[in-house]
């Protein structure tokens, strides 16, 4: 999903239904376990599992950089994945680290716009892909399975945006905090300046 680049609270990226115990199994026990799919009944979740994607990375290897098409979702199934932005001065900023369970990327599912950051892998990992060729086919294939997981998206990018935008409107807040506090801070000066050039001698 596109992130501000001054937004450095990850729970952004976290999974914003994060608590969830996540055993290890087989893919649609995972699939179980995501917020995209939790809804499915154990029949749409074993149609879901055999179109998606098992990848393995090792540590330090991307799954995908800034900029790049975007092409799909990924669910960690095993590892950890860095979520990183390179900023204008060429230096990279970790937005968060997500972990066994947590998913990344699924706006490309519903928006074909560029990757917005990074994913690194900080371990060796395990990733399960559920790419926009695949939601096509399924919506193609099963048309009412296709729109019941496109419409759970959506409300995972809705929920994760409005996330987004409170800590946009707190920042805003701090900022214009600060602002009212350096201006009386400088015509505080303004005042004590002009207060000693009235007292200095010859004035």
């Known amino acids: 999903m596109e992130v501000p680049k001054f937004v450095g609270d990850s729970s952004i990226w976290k999974n914003i239904f994060s608590g969830r115990s996540i055993r290890k199994g087989s893919t649609h026990e995972l699939l179980s376990r995501v917020p995209a799919f939790a809804h499915l009944s154990f029949r749409e979740l074993k149609e879901v599992a055999t179109i998606v994607h098992k990848r393995e990375y090792r540590v330090g290897e991307p799954v ?5 098409p975007g092409l799909g979702m990924y669910i960690i199934q095993e590892g950890s994945v860095s979520i990183v932005i390179s900023e204008p001065n060429g230096e990279q900023k970790e937005l968060a680290v997500l972990n066994e369970g947590d998913f990344f990327g699924e706006l490309a599912l519903l928006d074909e716009s560029p990757r917005s950051a990074a994913a ?4 060796d990992c395990l ?3 559920f790419f926009r060729p695949d939601l096509m086919e399924l919506i ?3 048309p009412v399975l296709g729109i019941k997981v496109v419409m759970k998206l959506a409300e995972i990018v809705g929920e994760r945006l409005r996330k987004t935008d409170k800590e946009l409107s707190k920042l805003k807040s701090q900022m214009d905090a600060l602002r009212v506090e350096l201006e009386r801070k400088i015509n505080g000066t303004e005042e004590n300046i002009e207060e000693i050039r009235r007292q200095a001698p010859g004035a």
Request: contains cysteine; aromatic residues 14%.
């Open 64 to 68: 995908f950089y800034q900029g790049d």
């Open 120 to 123: 690194l892998c900080k371990t």
């Open 140 to 142: 193609e294939r099963k």
């Open 127 to 129: 990733l399960i892909g």
